[in-house]
């Protein structure tokens, strides 16, 4: 079964950029949908951002669009998400999810992924 660990994590300011990764092992990561959500105490998970198999389609919450990118190298089994001028509501654990190959549904929400990372902190002061 797949495995994934995120990594990146981190205490910044405000208006500065951070790049988490996720690393997943198993031989299936190319095939799968990947997707990164975010929880914050309190709160749901949330969804952030999500890239397909193949790298070519990528979908953002509106709350990040514009400054988070989300990006994946098959080959090496990774992938990144580029966080750049932060704001202190981006404060949260952030998770690394995989969708079955064979889901069809939305990505938006934690139903559409069967496989999390322990998650990395990201906190972003003020």
């Known amino acids: 079964q797949e495995q994934l660990v995120e990594s990146g994590g981190g205490l910044v300011q405000a208006g500065d950029s951070l790049s988490l990764s996720c690393a997943a092992s198993?031989?299936?990561?190319?095939?799968?949908?990947m997707g990164w959500f975010r929880q914050a105490p309190g709160k749901e998970r949330e969804f952030v951002a999500a890239?397909?198999?193949?790298?070519?389609?990528?979908y953002y919450a509106d709350s990040v669009r514009g400054r988070f990118t989300i990006s994946r190298d098959n080959a090496k089994h990774t992938l990144n998400l580029q966080m750049n001028s932060l704001k202190p509501e981006d404060t949260a654990v952030y998770y690394c999810?995989?969708?079955?190959?064979?889901?069809?549904?939305?990505?938006?929400?934690?139903?559409?992924?069967?496989?999390w990372g322990q998650g990395t902190q990201v906190t972003v002061s003020s």
């Open positions: 999810g995989a969708s079955p190959p064979w889901y069809s549904g939305s990505l938006f929400y934690t139903q559409g992924y069967d496989t």
């Open positions: 198993g031989r299936a990561f190319s095939a799968k949908t």
């Open positions: 890239i397909a198999w193949m790298g070519g389609s990528s």
